[in-house]
């Protein structure tokens, strides 16, 4: 039972990391491209 929980616990770290990822890239390119209007 406690191996079935470690392979659930470790699906679910897999499942909200992948979006997390791709959310931080998203953001830091909206950074990137309001930087730059925000200063000029």
């Known amino acids: 039972m406690m191996l079935k929980v470690n392979e659930v616990d470790g699906v679910n770290v897999m ?6 990822t791709v959310n931080g ?5 909206m950074l990137l491209f ?4 925000i200063v000029y």
């Open 34 to 37: 309001a930087v730059p209007l």
């Open 15 to 20: 499942t909200l990391a992948v979006p997390l």
């Open 25 to 29: 890239q998203l953001i830091g390119n």
